[in-house]
């Protein structure tokens, strides 16, 4: 039972990481403008993000652009890109093979490789994690780097986003469950190795044992 259990709470967090992780891969606050200097009203507010670029007016009203070419984005967005659908596609493949080798399912009998399986799909899971967290620490580094960068002029510096956080609180949610799931063991008394007796050994009638069980 405790065994089902942290199937069943390592998979519920890491289900549940692998959809921030496609929110945050969808939203465009990655990089916000950065309000600076004695400009603390301005009629525009920038958003880029992995897919596109928005600008929302003062009014409310907002105008996003899809990005031309991937060979015109900055490495650390060509490499957001890459690794955050790397990241939601393995999150999908750990919840087919957990769900393969679930105690509550029947895919698999035998419980030792069950629980093996399940050990897999939390590993699957731990490097989700660690490939939606590369992107986020390199663009966050960035971002941080250019804000102090007296070269780098106000109007260009930006600051982070709301989407790396949602990607910061999906990799903890991933490396968690993942965790959680490599914590899975085989339950007692079924270890998938089969144990024969050998057959007892039958008296004759007159008292001796039978020939036959020393053949």
Known sequence: MVSAGLEILGLSLCVFGSLLVMVACGLPMWKVTAFIEANIVVAQTLWDGLWMTCVVQSTGQMQCKVHDSVLALSNDLQAARALTIISSMMGVLGLMVVIAGAQCTNCIRTEYIKARVV?????????????????????????ISDFYNP???????????????????????LLIGGALL???????????YSVKYAPTKRAAQNGDYDKRNYV
């Not at 799909?121 to 390199?138: A, H, K, T």
């Not at 070269?151 to 949610?173: C, D, N």
């Open 119 to 143: 050990n897999a799909g939390g590993v699957i899971y731990i490097i989700s994690g660690l490939f939606v967290l590369v992107p986020l620490c390199w663009m966050a580094n960035n971002i």
């Open 182 to 192: 490599c914590c899975s063991c085989p339950s007692g008394g079924n270890t998938g």
């Open 151 to 173: 070269q780098v002029p106000a109007s260009k510096k930006r600051e982070i986003g709301a989407a790396l956080y949602i990607g910061w609180a999906a990799t903890a949610l």
